[in-house]
């Protein structure tokens, strides 16, 4: 039988999802962050690697990583540490247990919300109004203060209501409450430094303008292999005001230059709340010069070509918000705090996705008891699993994170799919003096309709309570656009040949 285009477009969607989630059966532990200034950052280990051997044992989880560690340094003496990855290998000589944090191998590129892995959460707002682009430049450089007290899994965004009140989502995994109401209760500073003088500070105070996206004064400017990898550098500029470049041009005067002749002998360093992030080379031309544009250089690095060029990138973005906004640029209150248990985890996703698969399972039996059909069961089976395998797709290609809203979203699409399949095979076994086209199609019109109106109540209640119920929202249109698009008409066409 001739496998209609409907059909066919359901299939290669199917697949196209199912590549998206790539499931994964790698076992070791995945890195989540390494310490900058650390030997293995040096050696090349990145987050996102997967540890699977250390010292010719192999790991598995995360408690035999532990394990490992604890027996490597309970002595306290140096050692040498073999790291195979799942790519790579490291050797570094340390009396340290590894300045690395680590976590289970996803299975899937799906992503959980902190519903799922626990942490804290905070609904944040400026205390004076705000534009979009002010609240975007208030999120970069909040991200970059998280960045340096060194948590990971930070999730930070703007978000506004129906009011058009604007607040900034902040999201951390593992983190207490009193954590993020401390890091959030401070406004920092930002602070550029030539030996321990100040030269200039971030903001307005002493800096005009960053360079961002003019490639003739920022960018990348060469690759090149070294040691365990690659590496990237870039430059950009950064236009001082008079008195900010007088001040440099003072502290800068008597200083010599290192052993290239390229640059001076001291370093510019950068310092978020009186913590280093970064330290940046500066040109031997620039030495007791009044000039209001200096270049800023610097470079990332990877173990590969391509690594290394997102590294490098993702420095000089860095590295232009704090020099361009400083510190926080105002003052922050906490609207609302939560916290997150962990407990949901794994059992919860599991328990949730059993009770889907159970309830579709009796649905598609209960659908074989009333039409006494066993293809149409096993259709309506098939199109609900598909719809499933759709929506994690879309999520998994979109990198949204799945939160309890998000579930919430997929059992009401679920649902919603299910009755309309029904609509389906009820109109198709009516009026036997229409043609079983005419009958689908009818059908189809009742499912638009019904669509359009759930779209139009989805639509507000993204942006509803400040963005809480986005994963709700969000998880439902795809949902349910995917099945209006793919599953119903597939759905359609399969009853249309057993009713034809």
Known sequence: MKIGFRLWLLIVVLLISLLAI????????VVTSVEKNSSIFEQGLRQGQIIKVINGQEIETIEEYSEVMKNLFADGLEKRIDITTKDNEFTILTNETLEITVGDVPRTRIQTGLDLRGGSRALVQPDVAVTESELQDLVAISRNRFNVYGLSDVNIKGITDLAGNRFMLVEVAGA??????????QQGKFEAKVGNVTVFEGG???????????????????CFQVEGGYACNFAFAVYLKEEAAQKHADVTRNLSLDETGQHLSEKLYLFVDDKE??????????????????????????PTREDAIADAKDSMN??????????LPYKLEIVKLDTI???LGKNFIYSIFTAVIAAILVVSLVVLVRYRKIKISLALLLTSFSELVI???????????????????????????????????????????L?????????????????????AAMIPLYWASAGLFKGFALTTIIGVTAGVLITRPAFAEIVRRIEG
Not at 212 to 221: P, Y
Not at 435 to 455: D, G, M, N, V
């Open 435 to 455: 043609s079983i086209k005419e009958r689908i199609k009818r059908a189809s019109t009742i499912i638009l309709s019904a669509y359009l109106t759930l779209l």
């Open 176 to 185: 207490t409450p009193a954590d993020l109401e401390q890091l959030i209760g």
């Open 341 to 343: 248990s962990p407990s």
């Open 277 to 302: 992030v970064d330290s940046l080379s500066i040109s031997s031309n620039l030495r007791g010069q009044v000039t209001t544009q200096i270049s800023i250089q610097g470079s990332g690095s990877g």
């Open 22 to 29: 790539k499931p994964s059966f790698d076992s070791g532990v």
């Open 204 to 222: 307005n105070k002493d800096i005009s303008d960053v360079c961002r996206n003019d490639a003739t004064c920022a960018g990348l400017r060469e």
């Open 391 to 433: 929506i994690l797709g879309v999520a998994a290609i979109i990198r949204w994170n799945l939160d309890l809203p998000s579930i919430a979203g997929i059992l009401a699409t679920i649902g919603t799919g299910v009755d309309q399949q029904i609509i389906i095979l009820d109109e198709a076994g009516r009026s036997k003096s």
């Open 318 to 327: 860095r590295l232009q918000t704090v020099l361009l906004t400083g510190s």
